[in-house]
């Protein structure tokens, strides 16, 4: 049993009446997706394996932009679902974060987020108490989180992601320093192979 299916049955349970729309990918790595309506109220959910529930109740205010509240565990996916469906809440779109508020909405502990970065607990702990990190720090904190780091800028006329700073892309200074590295092998090599 997957942990939507366990949501599925806690929604039942503790929803009577509800009416449930489900959406189950065609890859099991993809997001699934529940309808939820109660008493003229309507909320969605977006179960992806390595991040969470996604929570917003509809209308959203969000425009599309993903899930308003991210939860870690079912149990507090329902008792927010109840909140929206039965007592007309509304999902809060604001997507600022700290760090460490995003680690814990997506119910993990320090302790496991500084293994999977492979690095010690402490230097997390600090690393989350910064207001400044590098950009690859955070890329690597966000992936360890089961998310990809994708940066933007509003103006007014709208929104513009900027991928200079994509792990695909190659910064000037890194492609730099290897061509030095490469060229620094081959004399290395070219010395060796003249003596």
Do not use: C
């Amino acid at each position: 049993m997957t942990r939507y299916d366990e949501l599925k049955r806690e929604i039942d349970s503790k929803l009577p009446g509800v009416k449930a729309t489900e959406d189950r990918p065609s890859d099991s790595r993809g997001s699934w997706f529940l309808d939820l309506t109660l008493n003229g109220r309507a909320a969605t959910v977006e179960w992806k394996p390595q991040i969470g529930f996604g929570v917003t109740s509809l209308p959203s205010d969000g425009f599309g932009e993903g899930p308003d509240e991210v939860y870690g565990d079912v149990a507090s996916t329902v008792k927010r679902l109840s909140e929206l469906l039965e007592n007309g809440h509304r999902t809060q779109t604001s997507r600022e974060l700290l760090l460490r508020e995003l680690r814990t909405k997506l119910g993990m502990s320090q302790e496991d987020l500084a293994k999977a970065l492979n690095i010690q607990q402490p230097t997390l702990s600090r690393i989350e108490r910064r207001r400044d990190i590098l950009i690859s720090t955070l890329r690597k904190i966000v992936g360890g989180l089961g998310g990809r780091l994708e940066i933007s800028a509003r103006f007014p006329d709208g929104l513009i992601q900027i991928v200079q700073f994509m792990e695909s892309e190659i910064s000037p200074r890194k492609e730099a320093s290897s061509k030095r590295a490469v060229r620094r092998r081959r004399r290395k090599a070219g010395h060796k192979t003249s003596k």
